[in-house]
């Protein structure tokens, strides 16, 4: 993942910025608050994956946009 600060490439699992030390994951705690995700996203995926790929692609792409 990419540091939201600075903008260095991370590990996926990395908890903090290996150049500005910035939080890249929260972990329940206070502070900023968490990029949040939209759940239909994630069941987008998943139904193209299990069910209907031409409806799923679409349903993927324009929320990133
Ligand atoms: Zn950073």
Redesign the pocket.
């Known amino acids: 993942m990419y540091?939201r600060?600075?903008g260095?490439q991370n590990d996926d699992n990395a908890h903090l910025?290996i150049?500005?030390g910035?939080v890249l994951q929260q972990i329940g705690g206070a502070g900023d608050p968490p990029v949040k995700i939209p759940n239909y996203l994630a069941q987008s995926i998943l139904v193209t994956l299990f069910c209907c790929m031409p409806l799923g692609i679409p349903a993927i792409i324009f929320p990133l946009r």
């Open positions: 540091c600060k600075c260095t910025c150049k500005c910035e």
